[in-house]
């Protein structure tokens, strides 16, 4: 992929995120920083009965990766079972973001991932692979 279309797709969902705000009467809701640089993410989920995400919204600050990624996770994970949400994986999440990442950088762009499997591992008492 070429560096205009990176950052032509990560600007896109930095300047227009998908679901970024507040979730009115979340069922879950958990947030994480990046102690290094600052970025910040919170995750919110309204999950129904069956375990399925019905919405997911974010709210955070950082860079354009961290939050960019933060939206396209949401986009992604609405409609999931939480079981999916278990086995969803770090290189899914960086395939998301369509574009190689330093090791520095996959810091920002796996926050929003770390943030949803620690939130979805505290519901049920599993632990958390990383």
Not at 11 to 24: I, N, Q, T, V
């Amino acid at each position: 992929m070429s560096d205009d279309l990176y950052q032509e797709h990560i600007l896109d969902h930095f300047e227009s995120p998908y679901h970024k705000g507040p979730l009115e009467n979340p069922t879950c809701i958990y947030r994480d920083k990046n102690p290094i640089c600052g970025d910040e993410i919170q995750l919110a989920l309204k999950v129904d009965e069956s375990g399925k995400v019905q919405e997911a919204w974010f709210e955070g600050h950082g860079c354009a990766i961290s939050q960019a990624a933060a939206s396209m996770l949401v986009e992604e994970i609405e409609g999931k079972t939480l079981e999916e949400l278990r086995d969803f994986e770090a290189q899914q999440m960086l395939d998301l973001l369509k574009v190689q990442l330093t090791a520095t950088r996959q810091k920002c762009g796996l926050l929003g991932f770390k943030v949803l499997k620690t939130m979805v591992y505290s519901l049920d008492g599993t632990p958390a692979e990383n």
